[in-house]
């Protein structure tokens, strides 16, 4: 069992930055891949950033290429999504996500609760 549990999201004006932490308890999080979805007023959640087990592979939805950053610390059990020169549409809630190995991203195994991102224009 693993839980997730977002944090630093928040209120931001465009062009501002914002860090989102995830932390994940127990003790096998290095096995699973980790991911950020979020959902926007209206559209449906997406996967916008992930990150591998292990190489360090990371994964981009075009829209937050060369904005955003995945990262993750196995020794502290937390992944990060590093947000910079936000948006307006980058307004949402993000959640964090975690698959196993074989997993999909369409089915995650884990969810966190998700942390609130607005972006005033």
């Known amino acids: 069992q693993v839980q997730l549990v977002e944090s630093g999201g928040g209120l931001v004006q465009t062009g501002g930055s914002l860090r989102l932490s995830c932390a994940a308890s127990g003790r096998t999080f290095s096995t699973y891949r980790m991911g950020w979805f979020r959902r926007a007023p209206g559209k449906e959640r997406e996967l916008i950033a992930a990150?591998?087990?292990?190489?360090?592979?990371?994964y981009y939805v075009d829209s937050v290429k060369g904005r955003f950053t995945i990262s993750r610390d196995n020794a502290k059990n937390t992944v990060y999504l590093q947000m910079n020169s936000l948006k307006p549409e980058d307004t949402a809630v993000y959640y964090c996500?975690?698959?196993?190995?074989?997993?999909?991203?369409?089915?995650?195994?884990?969810w966190g609760q998700g942390t609130q991102v607005t972006v005033s224009s």
């Open positions: 990150i591998s087990l292990s190489d360090g592979s990371t």
């Open positions: 996500a975690a698959v196993r190995a074989g997993g999909r991203w369409s089915r995650p195994d884990y």
